[in-house]
């Protein structure tokens, strides 16, 4: 049984019907329901911080998240959350043993259980990799599979972005999949089923049905995504205000509209198509690090995190990437002890080295997907951002 379950599908009604109306009208979101009594794991993709209440508006019955463990550290709001619907905790960048086996008991308790298969939202407008145990874990469930597709997240909050559109939101089920048939599938089978019910192209949709997503400072922090300069080949030179932005360095400059396109300076329309670009250049980059090339930041703090949610900060100062360390201000880590990295939000860099949880922050507008690319690359890590 699991503890306080029937507190947790109280309040889940009660929010669900106060809520669901005001997240609609604001998020301008419809969503084909979900309405099974067995237990079941819904699988979605993932865009918008606002991704698990829409879920919740859609399903008749209470769901549980996987979450990431960030949010449990955010204090009163924290206990209050954990109290009210106790979702559970998983470390971005690294598999979870205790979330997986978390996730089936409740399964098996006759809960269900939501996982946005990512781990993360895109920094591109595609959906990303599904996370490689996610199938493993599906199966191990033992129960139904529901593939939610959540449409227009991206195009409302790109990762990246500084401001939120309006346009429209809706979520359809893809796949109803029964225990039954989930219990004859490999978990191969069932990671092929996710990517294939998963995918999601935001520019390719807009290319087919032209939504406005209206809002101001459309370009603002496009640079936390954006890294390189397709024209001259620099890193960190791109510098967004309002609409538009440039690079620094050759003086190239370009906007982005309301539909989400750029008018194609740079030589790309789309941060879909640029980023695609900037992935065939991070191993060259790489090589230019491992050759003595540095990349860093000023104002930069590393804090280590305890598995009691509970943070610590150790220094303050310059982050400097060389090619087999990263120093932040009087703390140096080498990169052969990091073996496993991700990024929370578009600002954050959390990753595990010799058996501690270290999470890298600083003031918002600074570029840690970089460090992350970078890092994966010289380290020869598995790619999900």
């Keep these: 049984m699991i503890k306080g379950f029937t507190r947790h599908k109280i309040l889940y009604g009660i929010l669900r019907t106060i809520a669901s109306p005001i997240i609609c009208l604001i998020l301008n979101f419809k969503g084909q ?18 991704d698990s ?12 998240f996987v979450a990431s463990e960030h949010i449990f550290r955010k204090g009163f709001a924290s206990k209050l959350l954990r109290w009210a619907l106790n979702p559970i905790a998983r ?16 399964i098996r308790a006759g809960a269900n259980v939501g996982i946005f298969g990512e781990g993360n939202r895109s920094f591109n407008g595609r ?11 599906v199966k ?65 949709r807009q290319l087919e049905e032209q939504v406005r997503f209206k809002g101001r400072d459309l370009a603002e922090s496009i640079e936390t995504s954006l890294y390189t300069c397709p024209k001259c080949q620099s890193v960190d030179t791109l510098k967004s205000h309002g609409n538009d932005f440039s690079c620094s360095k050759c003086g190239t400059s370009d906007t982005i509209d309301e539909f989400g396109f750029f008018t194609g300076s740079f030589g790309y329309r789309t941060v879909s198509d640029w980023d695609r670009w900037q992935d065939t250049q991070v191993e ?33 100062g310059t982050l400097t990437l060389s090619n ?37 922050r600083a003031p918002r507008g600074w570029c840690a997907r970089k460090y992350f690319a970078f890092i994966v690359a010289l380290n020869h890590l598995p790619y999900t951002n």
């Design 284 to 316: 060259g980059i790489a090589e230019r690090i491992t050759a003595g090339m540095t990349v860093s930041d000023e104002n930069i703090s590393l804090y280590k995190v305890d598995p009691n949610h509970e943070d610590e900060l150790l220094t303050t």
């Design 324 to 360: 087999d360390q990263l120093v932040v201000g009087d703390r140096t880590i080498p990169l052969s002890e990091i073996r496993e990295i991700g990024l929370i939000k578009s600002d954050r860099i959390f990753f595990g080295a010799d058996n501690v949880q270290y999470e890298v």
């Design 33 to 50: 329901i979900i309405d099974r009594k067995d237990p079941y794991i819904v699988v979605a993709n993932h865009n918008t911080d606002w």
């Design 53 to 64: 209440l829409m879920l919740g508006v859609v399903s008749r019955r209470q769901i549980y």
């Design 127 to 137: 959906t990303g990799r599904i996370h490689r145990s996610t199938g493993k874990l």
């Design 91 to 106: 470390l971005k960048g690294r598999t979870e043993y205790h979330a997986a086996m978390d996730t089936v008991r409740r």
């Design 140 to 204: 191990s469930c033992n129960c139904r599979l529901i593939t939610y597709k959540l449409i227009g997240g991206y195009m409302t909050t790109p990762r990246w972005a500084k401001t939120r559109r309006r346009g429209k939101l809706r979520g359809i089920i893809v796949g109803d999949y029964p225990k039954e048939e989930i219990s004859k599938m490999h978990p191969d089978e069932i990671m092929q089923i996710l990517a294939r019910d998963l995918q999601e192209d935001a520019y390719d």
